[in-house]
């Protein structure tokens, strides 16, 4: 196994949990943005109040999107598995 390999197998891999991440992370991003903007118009201090939105948010995104999260995920790890006999090589 080459270096030039390795490092694509880690380039890949960081990519697709970037893909995977990305909705979720958005989500919990903008939510966040949109709870914080409330608290400050509205002078409400509350650490929590912003945990429920996200929670449910980022749960309607992974209802969404689950499926093709889970689908890149499998593509990707049978691309490597089948890829191991020729590395070995």
């Known amino acids: 196994m080459s270096p030039e ?50 929670l449910v948010g980022v749960m309607a995104v992974m209802l969404l999107a689950g499926h093709w999260m889970l689908m890149t995920l499998v593509d990707y790890m049978h691309r490597v598995f089948t890829a191991i006999p020729q590395m070995v090589n």
């Open 5 to 54: 390999q390795v490092v694509s197998i880690g380039s890949e891999a960081m990519q697709v949990t970037l893909m995977v991440a990305a909705p979720i992370l958005a989500t919990a991003l903008l939510i966040g943005l949109v709870v914080s903007i409330f608290q400050a118009a509205t002078q409400i201090n509350e650490q929590t109040l912003s945990f429920i939105p996200k």
